[in-house]
């Protein structure tokens, strides 16, 4: 029985999906998972044939959602692909499956910029290449511009003889070409030893681009750069953070000032709900006074979503058919602040650990510690049209006046911070939530039962390993101011018990949570719970003040009793 296709026709036909964003969920559904299998593969067999030189290689995928028409018409994606790249690019292996051509392709792409060192390398070391020059004249197949070649220029029986003898052939395509409906039953080995076989050649040719690079290798920071520039002080800043109704711990935000001034990237760990991206905001005001309500020039929110995994998804990438680069919000103000170096721009990576931020944050990180501050776009030459007017320069300086803050959750849902981005950056944990404090500045009705119950509800939560911040808190306050007329405060908030903070519960059997699931019984039923919760009666839970509450503890605990785990549901 012969073994199932790598690419089923579910995945091929993804590409055939009707609608920009049908098709996309289609192509992430059932093509992106087999991509990322051949191209776990080729890191494995990379690691060991080339252990010196793959280490310098990215691996990316399309981030482009859709086809850009102009005049705000957009089509669905017509292909979808794996890239395997290295600084200083310019040239890099692709795997792509095509729609349009309904076949798969793997191929080295090469732009302009890389022509004069191809030349070099096919002059110098022709015996050398010539085995895969003709593996691909006899078996594959190239693609470039053959207008205007020169009269004078040398050509031969090969493709690169004929692309480098046209003047006018810029970019260049060479590979390998199965179609869908002729796929052999060998083709993940196929795939894989093509890239093999590719990479040798886009990696001479980036030794060659690094040889011919008159500014020389990048050279790590001898003494690092001051990132200071004029701010208020901090007595000035956190008195404006104060009449905005935010209150943080004196020495969290002294801490949070002195990171901003003392390095370009904080990173704020913590739960859900205590502030951390308010924070960033109205810090950012602060510095600026920026009135409430007003739009601030001087800060970027951009958030940061699972599907990024490269630097592409930050900072935009080059279309090589129109010869244009599509800059990000991201990019375009970083710009902003290289060409107003007298202000200080802060940008937010909201939830920045839903993707791994060493994957799309590394030219950033590798600029912070460099000399030169360059960050490479991956253009084929050094000044590129934006799509939309003006031009951006490659590589790009990372502005000094800049700062990065990463907001970070910490659950079953992100990703762990490596060591490369811990130390790159100082890490301020808010993890605290004064309820005291935010009392005093809520401008809501807060009745008094309802809120010596939530004094006692939070820590109990926080002791079971599963505490909530304020945006919690205000979102159960409402809930009951709302419900006047409808339900009574201790109703409600027995609804918000339950709706709010027990889902958020859920382990397996510990002392920790034990406690925490009893000590919440106990508040919710009124009296303190001193048996299993099975033995609590009907009488018990009807009499309690929090009865809906009391009674999804119970069966909780009583999970916890029989299966030594439990949750909400």
Not at 114 to 136: E, F, H
Not at 398 to 408: D, S
Not at 489 to 515: C, F, H, N, W, Y
Request: charged fraction near 20%; charge should be negative.
């Amino acid at each position: 029985m012969p073994p199932p296709p790598l690419f089923p026709a579910v995945a091929l036909n993804s590409l055939l999906v009707p609608g920009v964003a049908e098709r996309w969920a289609a192509v992430q559904e059932h093509l992106h998972p087999i991509l990322v299998g051949v191209a776990e593969e080729v890191r494995q067999r990379a690691a060991v044939q080339f252990p010196q030189s793959w280490p310098l290689y990215e691996l990316s995928f399309k981030a482009q959602r859709y086809l850009n028409r102009g005049h705000g018409v957009r089509d669905p994606i017509e292909d979808y692909w794996v890239a395997f790249d290295r600084a200083p690019r310019g040239a890099g292996v692709l795997i792509a499956v095509s729609g349009a051509e309904r076949a798969i392709l793997v191929g080295l792409q090469l732009w302009r910029v890389r022509k004069d060192a191809l030349a070099s390398l096919w002059g110098g070391a022709r015996p050398v290449w010539l085995p895969l020059i003709a593996q691909i004249e006899q078996h594959g197949t190239t693609r470039f511009s053959t207008r205007h070649p020169d009269e004078h220029a040398p050509s031969g029986p090969f493709w690169i003889d004929r692309y480098l003898a046209t003047r006018n052939a810029n970019y260049l395509w060479a590979g390998f070409v199965y179609p869908w409906d002729d796929l052999p039953t060998d083709l993940a080995t196929r795939l894989v030893a093509d890239v093999l076989a590719l990479l040798p050649l886009n990696e001479a040719l980036m030794e060659q681009a690094e040889h011919d690079d008159r500014s020389g290798p990048a050279r790590l920071r001898e003494v690092r750069p001051n990132y200071q520039t004029e701010t208020p002080p901090i007595e000035v800043i956190a008195e404006r953070i104060r009449e905005r109704g935010f209150h943080l711990a004196d020495l969290l935000l002294r801490s949070y000032h002195l990171a901003l001034q003392t390095k370009p990237l904080v990173i704020l760990p913590g739960i859900s709900g205590t502030g951390k991206t308010r924070l960033t905001r109205l810090y950012a005001d602060a510095v600026h006074s920026i009135a409430a309500g007003r739009e601030n020039p001087f800060y970027l929110l951009v958030a940061v979503q699972p599907d990024w995994h490269s630097a592409r998804d930050l900072l935009g990438y080059y279309n090589a058919l129109t010869g244009t680069y599509h800059a990000s919000a991201f990019t375009r103000f970083l710009l902003q602040a290289a060409a107003d170096p007298h202000q200080t721009y802060y940008v937010c990576l909201d939830e920045m650990n839903l993707a791994r931020p060493e994957y799309f944050l590394a030219p950033i990180l590798s600029a912070m510690e460099t000399l030169e501050s360059q960050i490479d776009i991956g253009t084929p030459s050094a000044e590129t049209l934006l799509v939309g007017g003006g031009t951006i320069s490659n590589p790009l300086r990372l502005p000094i006046n800049l700062r990065l803050i990463g907001t970070v959750n910490v659950d079953e849902s992100t990703f762990a911070l490596s060591d490369k981005l811990l130390d790159r950056a100082n890490l301020i944990e808010l993890t605290e939530v004064d309820l005291a404090a935010f009392r005093a500045q809520y401008r809501g009705t807060i009745d008094p039962t309802v809120w010596a119950t939530l004094t006692e509800l939070q820590p109990l939560s926080a002791a079971g390993g599963h505490p909530f911040g304020y945006r919690t808190i205000s979102e159960m306050l409402r809930f009951v101011e709302h419900a006047a007329g409808t339900l009574s405060p201790t109703a409600a908030l027995d609804l918000q018990i339950k709706q709010k903070v027990l889902p958020r519960l859920r382990g397996e059997d510990s002392p920790r949570l034990r406690r925490a699931l009893t000590g919440l019984l106990s508040l919710t039923l009124g009296l303190e719970v001193r048996q299993k919760a099975s033995s609590l009666t009907t009488a018990q839970l009807a009499a309690a003040p929090y009865p809906e509450s009391a009674a999804k503890l119970q069966r909780m605990l009583e999970r916890l009793d029989q299966d030594g785990f439990t949750d909400f549901y």
